[in-house]
């Protein structure tokens, strides 16, 4: 298995670019997946995670 190694971050987007391209995906998904359901861009959004078994973690130490 290949690992790609970021050595610099991209370049950012200008402030404002992201609730146009969050609509945007939201539309495409839309056309393919009619019940796709959306909240608003950038809220704090609260997860819940479940332990539901064991986990593999594959490290790369060179």
Same mark, same amino acid.
């Given at each position: !298995?290949?690992?790609?190694?970021?050595?610099?971050?991209?370049?950012?987007?200008?402030? @404002?670019? @992201?609730p146009?391209?969050?609509? +945007?995906?939201?539309?495409? %998904?839309?056309?393919? +997946?009619?019940?796709?359901?959306? @909240?608003?861009? @950038? %809220?704090? !959004?609260? %997860?819940?995670?479940?332990?539901?078994?064991?986990?593999?973690?594959?490290?790369?130490? %060179?």
């Amino acid at each position: !298995m290949a690992v790609e190694r970021l050595t610099e971050l991209p370049p950012q987007l200008p402030a @404002g670019t @992201g609730p146009p391209l969050f609509e +945007h995906l939201l539309a495409l %998904a839309r056309e393919a +997946h009619p019940t796709v359901q959306s @909240g608003v861009f @950038g %809220a704090d !959004m609260r %997860a819940v995670r479940v332990n539901d078994g064991l986990v593999t973690v594959w490290l790369n130490v %060179a």
